[in-house]
DNA sequence: CATGATGTTGCATGCGCATTCATCTTTTTC
DNA sequence: GAAAAAGATGAATGCGCATGCAACATCATG
């Protein structure tokens, strides 16, 4: 019942031609004559014949495959890249192959498929998981680029947010706002984001003179993180008036804690600020005031950097620091110095 | 700089071996001495060879490629879905190729697309969108299995939660509740998901003897759907004390519109179920009532159909019906007017 | 009309591996 | 110990398409 794909080379013998005219005929650019490639479309259309993309990628040294390496599905900020990044390639001829490295199992198993595939490029979401070596590693000799993770040492290509900039735009805005008593949530902490977003967030708070209550270490990127480490925050540092989540799914669990656990209101007791802005960040039970990633303009990059090539292996590698935007909205307001309702 | 990959006889030779004894010493099961396998093993190793995994595929019939069909990502149960698919699909050694099917662009582009690529197998998570006939077009003459979406005419396999039993469980429970005026907020009308569990509760419904108080019409899967939904339930029917809704993202969208713009209690005034049992359901702001997908069973279920092979062309479609479970939180409970739930 | 330039076509070959077949070696069996 | 069976290996071929090359056709130019 399987019917066998007809092949170029049938459908080529039975409209009289030769191989190869049906290879150009699909071949945008090829040589060949206008009536006779539409002749052989049409014919094609009629016999159902699809050229095979195995052989073309045998022949040819692309595969118009991309390989995409994720690990983090369950924060949101991921699918939703995802979905907008594979949409984009598709756009240019690019399929997506997915790699999913589960945490634990034996990456190079995982990853020596990503070396037999041979991809065009390899574009690395998981922000967790891979070492710089590791990285290296899977995509050796192939073009690569890294989204959210800046490894300095290594020849690889990063595009990502401008972390510094959104933590410093946060930190201005709790300052603005008359917040003196400022905490940060961190994420994974060995991540790039996550250090960044620290740093600046913390020098900034300082050089405007506000007070560093307190600070969380991170466990990982979740509501159930954020919302222990809101509990800490109010434990730790009572007297804490607003919160710096390392994301928004931090921040989105923190709301929660603070407000049905901790018994705290937001924004008036604490402001809360994340980073991202994931959908549920704009929910109205949320209204979380975040720093915006510039996910469209982070895929129109990497899709450029896919379709020029200027990532391939050799080049010298690009960083590119692409900036985001405050969105502020209700979970964070004014300060009402005096009236700070403390429980407990 | 591009290191252009070592070849299988280019490693041959300097084994001093045949490319055969190469391919063999990376084929399990083929005829090779176990010594000889492991020196080939070894040098591999060490000249960096990796096989070439497209030119495998031309050879043999399998591309160890699974085509996997999506177009909505933006409900977190399919990103849920596809992280697990993915990874259980890695453990038996096929990757996934993503086609991201966008709404309104031309289906033929990007699904001719799956036909170039030999994909071993076409697992269709999209609920919406693609036609019976663009399904079978698609998916002609290979294995093809379609998640959540039932399609009787057609030869096509599918696996599916049993949404008439979700949907009878739910309108059990509104009932031994002792909810009275039950409303049904639809998703995507047209679709299979949405109708079972549709017909199933308005029939339970009416068994019990319980009112249908309302019905809204579908429109999307989405919390702002589910916000819209549920603002006009209690216009149109502001006597009703439970509401169904065809998804958890409907209800979590519904159960916030409800607390924050209609002014009632979730589940006091009014108890909210929904389907699925995404993780944002469990958080201890929405502890959404929910029925709760098999998501585990199913990716077992498809991808062992993959392994078998069963759901290969010619074959004569399987179609799975797996049972969930309701999961009793709190967005219900036992209604206080009059009439107490049943005890036990 | 001659010449070259341009455009079009088919032939032949190769991409890298899997597999069949024939050959040769080792083991088993009586 | 000889014959047969099983095992191991290499040479050769093909998977389906892309492309360099040569052959040929068409056209412009002098």
Known sequence: MKRKPITARELARMIGVSQSAVSRAFTPGASIAADLREKILQHAAEMDYHPNAIASMLSKSRTNIIGIVVSDMQNPFYPALIEKLSRALQEIGQQSLLFNIARGSNLEDQLSALRRYNVDAVIVISATILSAQTLLWATEGRAAILINRIIEDVDLSCVACDNAQGARAVADHFHALGRRHVAYVAGL??????????NAFITRVAELGMVLSTQIEGSEYSYHAGRRAAMKVVENA?????????NDILAIGGIDALKEQAGRRVPEDIAVAGFDDIAIAGWPHYDLTTFRQPVDEMVRVVVQMVEEGSCAPGK???????SGELVIRGSTAPAHHGCSAMPG
């Open 316 to 322: 010298p590698p690009i960083v590119k620091r692409l």
């Open 189 to 198: 902490s060995h991540t790039s984001t996550n250090s960044e977003r620290r």
């Open 238 to 246: 009572p007297k804490t008036d607003a919160i710096f989540f390392a």
